[in-house]
């Protein structure tokens, strides 16, 4: 029957959208998933009460599918004939229906809180199998390892310490204490997981978001506690003469366990957001629609987390056993070395944060180091970054990781056979190497098989326009210079100094700079909502060429902000424009800062 005969209907249409969303609502309630996505081609005159079925049905598989209810709904809209229509007839209909989806995607955001959850008791877990084991080590006469385990929960809090310190500089006596106090009775992970999961808002004065707080914390984590706890504890398993070997196993498990779960909800948490996929969408976006993609996607990205971090502690303690700090300080070290020349032949030393002179170089050398130590050791996806170690630099750690780990078993195994022969075999169960070479070999391909495997999976399983992410060899610099010769509108391209100025500045600056001439009296004169105080701050003197236009740009706000950063600490300097581009840490040196740092 034709909607035409069905006046009620009509009216709900035409005459009362707000009826017809209640109308969604109710229907969506009690109608599942289609299977595939449905077929509903007739105009708006045309619709029967079929066909608003069908229309809901595939309203509920785009929100399914797609990676937020607005993207869902663009697509829903620009699909279907008759909600374009109406969408073209009723101007507050998509944002209408926006908040309609945000309604049906309750449960969806509930089970991303549980993941919330999950991962910051999988961290405070971590920590007290770390503390379980530590006293086992002193009980067992092991001092060696009692003291490495205590040494790298202390690190882990004190990293998290000076976070949580310039986080809240701003903040009153009470308020600072009581986030030392969420530090040092380790519950930290649960309280950051808490904000998150409650949508706290980004209060003003502190660097960071929650979010980016929370990812900050769990890098801290993972450099500080998780890599030395899964090396001390592999150590421990691979030596016959310790008693904790069953101990020591359940914590290394759950040491690895936690460490691939980290990686992989910070790697998926990034490709999800909206807000990352709107910014680059040529990176962000290899996860699939469809659940069984998805599925894979996740268990691939745990997977490889996990078998590397495996492969990486055991070649360690392997190379260890067969050389001493000297081999570990050759294989290890000529990676880092490897890594930081490939970034200085290419331009790309700086982080992209605009911070200058000393400063800079603290923060870039940190960056780095902490960049590459998290992507060796856990294969975390992000790190693919061209701003981290790049797509081309990931997949071949990844060759370096398997590579390292067979000449490490193989070199093992050449050991004891020549110990054998000289008659000197090793006695398991004392001190010294406890696993016999066949084992460690065996254990060690299982390891490296895995990981090739999860590799493969996950870009079978991954939408495969973004393959090409793990081989690219575009630089920070490159993509910050995409930011102003790639997009067209003026907020977009102004992202350019929301970076350091030395990755672009060298290639587009006569661009940069006669964009600025044309379209800074228009902005000042229209004051368009995002040029704001803090945006005008970020533009340097010298790419401003008209005096005039200069002295409209320094109010009596701007240079108040160009004041407090020139006052601020190198963390501090980063608080006002973190919120700006939505990252871990983000702001403009001052013009003065860098004028001093280029002479």
Request: with cysteine; net charge negative.
């Amino acid at each position: 029957m034709r909607m035409s005969s069905r006046p009620p209907m009509v009216k709900k249409i035409q005459d009362n959208i707000e009826l017809v969303i209640e109308f969604y609502t109710i229907l969506a309630s009690t109608r599942g998933t289609p299977a595939s996505e449905p077929v509903c081609d007739v105009a708006l005159d045309a619709m029967t009460g079929r066909d608003l079925t069908t229309l809901v049905g595939a309203l509920n598989y785009m929100l399914k599918y797609e990676a937020n209810e607005e993207d869902a709904v663009a697509r829903f809209i620009e699909t279907y004939k008759a909600i374009k229509e109406l969408n073209a007839a009723y101007p507050s209909f998509e944002k209408s229906l926006q908040e309609l989806s945000k309604r049906l995607l309750a449960d969806k955001q509930k089970w991303a809180k549980v993941k919330l959850f999950v991962a910051a008791a999988l961290s405070m877990g971590d920590l007290f199998t770390d503390i379980m084991m530590m006293i086992q080590f002193f009980g067992m006469k092991e001092p060696g390892y009692a003291w490495a385990t205590l040494a790298s929960i202390l690190a882990n809090l004190f990293l998290q310490a000076i976070l949580v310190h310039f986080q809240n500089r701003t903040f009153p006596l009470r308020t600072r204490i009581w986030e030392q106090v969420y530090v040092w009775t380790m519950v930290k992970p649960g309280v950051d997981a808490w904000r998150v999961a409650s949508e706290t808002e980004h209060e003003a004065g502190k660097v960071v978001d929650p979010y980016m707080e929370m990812v900050i914390t769990k890098s801290c984590e993972i450099v500080a506690e998780s890599v030395p706890g899964a090396l001390i504890q592999m150590s421990a398993i691979v030596r016959a003469g310790s008693k904790t070997t069953r101990a020591a196993l359940f914590s290394f498990v759950f040491c690895i366990f936690t460490t691939a779960f980290t990686s992989t909800i910070v790697s998926w948490d990034f490709d999800v957001s909206k807000e990352k996929r709107k910014e680059l969408p040529s990176f962000y976006g290899y996860i699939p629609r469809n659940l069984i993609g998805k599925a894979k996607t996740f268990l691939s990205l745990f997977a490889l987390a996990a078998f590397n971090l495996l492969v990486r502690t055991y070649a360690c303690i392997l190379f260890y056993m067969e050389g001493g700090l000297t081999v570990i300080s050759i294989v290890f070290g000529g990676e880092m070395l490897l890594f930081l020349l490939i970034k200085a032949l290419r331009r790309d030393l700086w982080y992209w944060v605009p911070l200058y002179g000393f400063g800079g170089c603290m923060v870039s050398a940190f960056a780095r180091g902490f960049g590459k130590i998290i992507m060796d050791w856990t294969a975390m996806v992000q790190m693919r970054h061209p701003h981290d170690v790049g797509g081309a630099y990931f997949t071949f750690s990844l060759f370096v990781t398997i590579t390292g780990g067979i000449i490490a078993a193989l070199g093992y195994e050449k050991k004891v056979l020549e110990e054998v022969l000289e008659g000197d075999e090793i006695n398991r169960g004392s001190e010294g190497v406890g696993l016999e070479e066949s084992t460690v070999v065996t254990t060690m391909v299982i390891a490296c098989v895995g990981t090739i495997l999860s590799f493969v999976t996950l870009l079978l399983s991954m939408n495969k326009e973004y393959v090409h992410t793990f081989i690219g060899t575009k630089t920070s610099d490159k993509v910050i210079q995409e930011y102003f010769t790639d997009f067209e509108e003026d907020a977009n391209r102004f992202e350019v100094f929301n970076c350091n100025r030395y990755k672009w500045e060298y290639k587009i600056r006569p661009q940069v700079k006669s964009w600025l001439d044309e379209r800074l009296p228009i902005w000042l004169e229209d004051e368009p909502e995002w040029f704001d105080d803090l945006k005008k701050s970020l533009i340097p003197d010298d790419c401003v060429s008209d005096p005039a236009i200069l002295v409209r740009l320094r109010t009596n706000n701007v240079k108040a902000i160009l004041e407090e950063r020139r006052r601020s600490s190198v963390l501090g300097i980063l608080t006002s424009s973190a919120a700006v581009h939505g990252e871990v840490v983000n702001s403009g040196g001052s013009v003065e800062e860098q004028q001093e740092a280029k002479e």
